[in-house]
């Protein structure tokens, strides 16, 4: 069929834009050489978030909407909150009863001893019982509290790493290729563990620095008004100093998270390239942009101490001087016949108690601010919504036609942009009938594997429709669009686990005959065999175990084993040797026989197996026609496939 392309090319635009992150690993490649902002943009800064006014180092960071993190947190308490009210009567309680003992012993001294003086045991059997039943059940409440908050926590914990990683998976292709992997590691891990930490210790630490706040201060007001009164007044420059305190470290802490996601960035990438690494000899270039990361997290770090050690400071010399005034006026009032011993005895009981926790309060704001810093960042996480998304009301594909297993694919008037702006494909229309093996060519940035993942979904058109048997992509469920349509990727990406479920993965209810027939199809059983454990063999992470020619065949058994209608292959032979390149070649045979095949050729050799050529430059398809037609023009395909032919020779 013919093809029209309407309006001009972007040239410049559409070679850059074919692959989104190219851009990115072109610019961190390029600025690794300049020392510390090589690190800075290996980070996801570099100049660029400078200049935006941002962190540097947080360039990819994803801003929460307003309201968002209370939301989330709202979200993952509410199924709990039975078990959380609980939880809280529970401390109540305890505090109760660990707040009990200086009345006691004010009594014991005020009543109990004057009775003993008149050989009266009552009063002292009565505050040694009150002591013992108060110290046993503040133990139980305290147990309780501890097991019934902890089942609580891990259910919390459980749920949001849950959360993470479906909601990761269901984001679009173009958030991976912008977001790195290594940060959403660090969301599922770093910032969970931060949460952890706030749940587990700083909840409780709060909750009871508050409530025997609260209890002492109204105990000190009915043991004596003016003691009572001091210790209230002396909450005003404690509250200030802790208000300065959280606003200062909030900052500290939100830069702490940044530079930890910075060094797990570094990490990650350095270990899954350690190949290239060692090859191009980057170990001491790598040390030293990860030492830069190392210092960076260190100071923030440092930071946090130092205003933790400034608060403590502070909060120390406000409850010295209010216990040393309100101990004063009470000696005052005992030596003045207007206060009793014990009342004194139990107001500096409670004093100390309510002075003691100031300290463990600044640890649990530190705890605080790292974990809001966390959740800040994963409710930026995971208000990101998918670009590509299910349809309200999916439709199901027609069923096929006895023509064969192939499908009729229709680009109608598509256009194609992505965010960061420029246009990659003007507007075009394509038909591609059912059954048709088609090879799209072009040279680096032309636009082929743009048009490819249009037609796998992986992102929508900016204009126009890309129809599927005549139903648009966008009308069909996730399902039922990769019943219909599977891509094999150039990398082959195999996961950990054995051949077999790998091959599996398309059709995780295969049976074995049927993961073999498909391997025997594509002339992967023979090396299969030939493994330890056969078919049951862990391959390893990336498929590491076999080489990449095997990788690929496996790929296509399990293509074939998925039996789609539209098969898109993405430069599937261009990093295999000869011999690689020839069983792949193979294979692919077999499974596009009689399927509606895509196949993006680095390498023309594949094109003999095509019915028709598709030429792509800067986005347009310039050259459309069998490959006997377009060899034996003048055209750009004839003169590549001379060039070709003569590094043959």
């Given amino acids: 069929m013919t093809t029209t ?30 020392g510390a902002v090589g690190v800075g943009a290996e980070a996801g800064g570099g100049v660029g978030g400078a200049e935006r006014g941002g962190d540097p180092f947080d360039r990819d960071a994803l801003p929460a909407p307003e309201g968002a993190t209370g939301v989330l947190l709202r979200s993952l308490l509410r199924p709990r909150r039975v078990r959380v009210g609980v939880a809280t009567l529970i401390l109540l309680l305890q505090q109760a009863a660990v707040q009990a003992g200086p009345l006691l012993v004010a009594y014991a001294i005020d009543r109990g001893v004057p009775a003993l003086r008149r050989d009266d045991f009552g009063p002292l059997v009565v505050v040694a019982a009150g002591y013992v039943l108060c110290s046993v059940g503040g133990g139980l409440l305290h147990y309780a509290f501890i097991r019934l908050s902890a089942h609580v926590n891990q259910d919390v914990l459980l749920d949001l790493r849950g959360r993470i990683f479906r909601h990761a998976q269901a984001l679009s292709v173009d958030f991976h290729e912008r977001y790195t992997s290594g940060r959403l590691i660090s969301r599922s891990t770093t910032d969970v563990e931060s949460l952890r930490q706030l749940l587990s210790e700083g909840l409780q630490e709060l909750i009871g620095v508050i409530l025997s706040s609260v209890y002492i201060c109204a105990l000190l007001l009915y043991l004596d008004a003016g003691i009572g009164g001091l210790a209230v007044l002396s909450f005003v420059p404690l509250y200030l100093l802790i208000r300065r305190y959280r606003a200062r470290v909030s900052v500290v802490f939100s830069k702490r998270s940044t530079a930890i996601a910075a060094v797990i960035v570094k990490f990650a990438e350095t270990m899954n390239g350690i190949r290239p690494v060692r090859a191009f000899r980057r170990e001491r270039a790598n040390d030293a942009e990860f030492r830069v990361l ?79 810093a966390s959740l800040e960042k994963i409710a930026g996480l995971l208000a990101q919504t998918p670009t590509v998304r299910e349809p309200a009301e999916p439709r199901e594909l ?83 669009l990769r019943r219909g349509v599977v891509m094999v990727t150039q990398e082959a990406f195999l996961f950990s686990g054995t051949v077999a479920d790998n091959i599996a993965i398309g059709r995780p209810d295969a049976a074995r005959e049927d993961i073999e027939q498909a391997a025997k199809a594509i002339g992967a059983h023979d090396f299969i065999s030939g493994l330890p454990q056969g078919y049951d063999t862990d391959v390893r992470k990336r498929g590491g175990r076999i080489s990449a020619g095997q990788r690929q065949l496996v790929a296509f058994a399990r293509a074939l084993l998925a039996d789609p209608a539209v098969l898109i292959l993405d430069e599937a032979t261009s990093s295999l040797d000869v011999p690689g390149e020839r069983a792949v070649q193979r294979a692919m045979d077999t499974v596009l026989r009689g399927r509606t095949a895509v196949v993006i050729a680095h390498r023309l050799s594949t094109v003999g197996i095509a019915d028709r050529v598709l030429v792509m430059e800067h986005g347009r398809i310039v050259e459309d026609g069998s490959p006997t037609e377009l060899i034996g023009g003048t055209g750009h395909f004839a003169g590549l496939h001379r060039a070709w032919r003569d590094s043959l020779a």
């Fill in 294 to 372: 190392n210092h960076r997290h260190e100071r923030t770090n440092g930071d946090g101490l130092l205003e933790m050690a400034q608060y403590v400071v502070g909060s120390r010399l406000v409850a010295n001087t209010a216990v040393a005034g309100m101990v004063l006026w009470g000696a005052y009032q005992v030596a003045d016949g207007t206060l009793e011993l014990g009342v004194l005895a139990a107001s500096v009981l409670y004093l100390r108690r309510l002075y003691d926790p100031i300290d463990r309060l600044g640890m649990f704001l530190n705890s605080y601010q790292s974990a809001a």
């Fill in 5 to 34: 392309a309407n309006g001009q090319p972007n040239s410049d635009n559409a070679a850059g834009a074919e692959r989104p992150a190219r851009r990115t690993d072109e610019a961190r490649a390029g600025a690794k050489a300049g």
């Fill in 398 to 480: 027609p069923a096929l036609g006895n023509g064969g297993p192939g499908r009729e694919v229709v680009f109608d008037d598509v256009s194609f942009a992505y965010r960061t702006g420029g246009e990659v494909l003007p507007r075009f229309s394509l038909t591609l009938p059912a059954g048709q093996t088609v090879a799209v060519v072009g040279s680096t940035g032309a636009g082929k594997s743009t048009l490819a993942k249009l037609l796998a979904r992986f992102y929508d058109p900016t204009g126009g429709r890309v129809l599927l048997d005549g139903t648009d992509l966008r009308d069909l469920a996730v399902p039922e």
